[in-house]
């Protein structure tokens, strides 16, 4: 089954803590990307990949790192979590970059920084 | 900030009747999606038109695009208990803007009781 898997589903962490939230993708995608979703304010871009070894700053980067060593894993990594990166995370893939295509989601990391 | 702005935010209908909600968008773009979420999980695509279609359709759901308003509606007919989500619209940066992600809206929050 095509699919975007995410680990763990949910966090509860203290601040500083350093964390890591793995995507992995079965679909051979070139494109992925991760997401945080905040009540009213929709969907926003944290880091995105091309392909592997290609990795860019989306819209709010502050306080996250990325890797693309593979082609199917995408790991967020929060080197020093703080409470206002609590929000629900989520990882896509898709064929390759652009609004052509259509983005396949994971089912979510819901992150609490206490 | 945000590309897309949907409207309304929150939708509430009886079983049976249509749902109607808009997105608009900014900039000129070359494509546009419509995802829909069910509470706390990832988005599923449902559409996608580009900007030289003026309407679509798949099963129960209907897309338009007006480009000279920037905008696009979202029609579902004959609404069932299970289209309760929220649905979000998504948009490319448009011509000279970046094209290699796509930019969500706040999104729609519908209930249909049954």
């Known amino acids: 089954e095509a699919q975007v898997t995410q680990n763990p589903r949910y966090l509860i962490t203290v601040t500083g803590k350093k964390l890591t939230v793995t995507c992995s993708q079965n679909?051979?995608?070139?494109?992925m990307s991760w997401y945080r979703q905040d009540p009213g304010l929709g969907l926003r871009q944290i880091y995105y990949?091309?392909?592997?070894?290609?990795?860019d700053k989306g819209d709010v980067p502050e306080g996250y790192k990325v890797s693309r060593k593979e082609k199917r894993n995408f790991p967020l990594i929060l080197e020093s979590p703080s409470p206002n990166q609590t929000s629900l995370y989520f990882c896509?893939?898709?064929?390759?970059?652009?609004?052509?295509?259509?983005?396949?989601f994971g089912p979510g990391t819901r992150l609490t920084v206490t | 900030s945000q590309q897309g702005e949907e409207d309304p935010q929150a939708l509430s209908i009886q079983e049976g009747e249509n749902a109607s909600m808009n997105c608009s968008y900014k900039?000129?773009?070359?494509?546009l999606q419509w995802y829909r979420q069910n509470s706390g999980r990832g988005l599923v695509h449902l559409i996608l038109?580009?900007?030289?279609?003026r309407e679509k359709h798949s099963g129960r759901l209907r897309v338009t695009l007006d480009t000279s308003k920037k905008s696009s509606s979202l029609l579902i007919t004959a609404s069932r208990a299970a289209d309760t989500a929220s649905y979000f619209c998504?948009?490319?940066?448009?011509?000279?803007?970046?094209?290699?992600?796509?930019?969500f809206g706040t999104g729609t929050l519908l209930a249909v009781q049954p």
């Open positions: 679909m051979n995608h070139e494109y």
């Open positions: 900039t000129s773009i070359n494509n």
């Open positions: 896509a893939s898709s064929l390759s970059a652009g609004a052509i295509y259509e983005q396949y």
């Open positions: 038109i580009r900007s030289n279609e």
């Open positions: 998504a948009t490319d940066a448009g011509y000279g803007g970046a094209t290699n992600k796509l930019i």
């Open positions: 990949s091309m392909n592997v070894e290609v990795t």
